[in-house]
């Protein structure tokens, strides 16, 4: 994405804040192009950096609504500011919830299978020898460790994956706790 496709994405998702609010914002972000530009990285590097501007312009509005509201009690700031908490709100439990859901539920999938191949690679290295397989007792106890070893090496591998997508979802958290953080500090 090029300077002035995410500078026009960010203006749209922007429409309806004070113009002069509009204008610090973009020149902000302006700025990140003109200092990462200065010091040799591209356009879409930085724009892939600011994430998605669509995204960022509907923190940037909650933002802006629990800002009016804290400086200036009154119905209508209330209802703006809880308006664009709604929309942030929304968009965690119809898009993201039900994807981390999803998620979750094969990671546990998963975990069930490497027990399961664990406890039959355990069998067969505990029990194969007695029941004369193919290939005799020293395929049995070999072929046990390989399910246990190929059990393990796969478990590591689901522990690897379950930590980077808790560390995504609480990155994601602290987003939100930045938005918040004023109002629950006044609480």
């Not at 302006?30 to 590097?45: C, M, N, P």
């Not at 800002?67 to 209802?79: C, L």
Request: contains cysteine; aromatic residues 6%.
């Amino acid at each position: 994405m090029t300077r002035a496709e995410f500078i026009a994405r960010l203006r749209r998702g922007l429409a309806g804040l004070p113009a002069t609010t509009i204008a610090d914002i973009v020149a902000d972000h302006e700025a990140h192009f003109a200092d990462a530009q200065a010091a040799g990285r591209s356009e879409a590097e930085v724009a892939a950096a600011l994430g998605d501007p669509d995204r960022l312009a509907r923190e940037l509005r909650a933002e802006a609504g629990l800002k009016q509201w804290e400086e200036k009690k009154n119905p209508s700031n209330a209802m703006a500011a809880i308006i664009a908490l709604i929309g942030l709100g929304a968009l965690d439990v119809m898009f993201l919830l039900p994807l981390l859901m999803g998620v979750l539920g094969a990671l546990f999938g998963v975990l069930v299978a490497v027990v399961a191949v664990f406890i039959a690679g355990g069998f067969v290295f505990a029990a194969g020898p007695f029941t004369l397989p193919p290939g005799g007792p020293l395929t049995a106890l070999l072929a046990g460790l390989g399910l246990m070893g190929l059990a393990t090496c796969l478990g590591a591998l689901l522990i690897v994956v379950t930590v980077g997508v808790f560390n995504a979802v609480v990155w994601y958290a602290r987003l939100h706790f930045r938005l918040l953080k004023p109002a629950i500090e006044q609480a």
